[in-house]
């Protein structure tokens, strides 16, 4: 029974994925599409992930997870001899180069993440935060910067066309985004 059911979890993954290429509007990925083109019954996506957009969010992890594959320069950052700021700064530029190139997933997960991301969750970015803080903040305040650094970015990526409309400002410029990125950093972590 157990692997009949991570048969049917990796079936709704995979054709989430695959639709998700597929439809400009994520709209589209529907719970219905998904399940078809998984061949499964509609409820397995609730049995299974607890809503659709867990699904879709499982999906963005399974990509996040690649993202080293895609782009090398994670683990160059990983294992420079960068300050942990500026390791904070990088990661969050590629990532944020990542997810505008990939704007159709994060499009349809963005709305979700932000709203349904539990605050204390890990982060990749938590550790760079509490090593350049040392003993000056709290952990909890340490995963509130790296919560508030998460969020600004992630909406930054859902809203960039509006930005660039409204502001001025085309991240998907690569100098303009590290810029962005790098300011946010700055702003948020100051020297210390």
Known sequence: MKRDIEKTKTA?????????GEYDDPADVTARAITQEAGVNLAMINYCFGSRENL??????????????????FIQIMSSDMSPKQKLAEVHYHSMKLMLSNYKYCRALTKHILISRRIGDKRSSMRFIQ????????????RLIAFELSSI????????????????????????????????????????
Do not use: W
């Open 12 to 20: 709704l993954m995979d054709a989430a994925e695959k639709l998700m």
């Open 56 to 73: 879709l969010f499982e999906v963005f992890e399974r990509l996040k997870a690649t993202a080293p594959k895609l782009d090398p320069a």
């Open 131 to 142: 090593e350049h803080f040392g003993d000056k903040k709290t952990e909890g305040e340490c």
């Open 153 to 192: 970015h992630e909406l930054a990526v859902l809203r960039h066309q509006e930005i660039k409309e409204v502001c001025g400002i085309d991240l998907l410029d690569d100098e303009t985004l590290k810029k962005y990125v790098y300011d946010n950093v700055n702003s948020l972590l100051g020297d210390r």
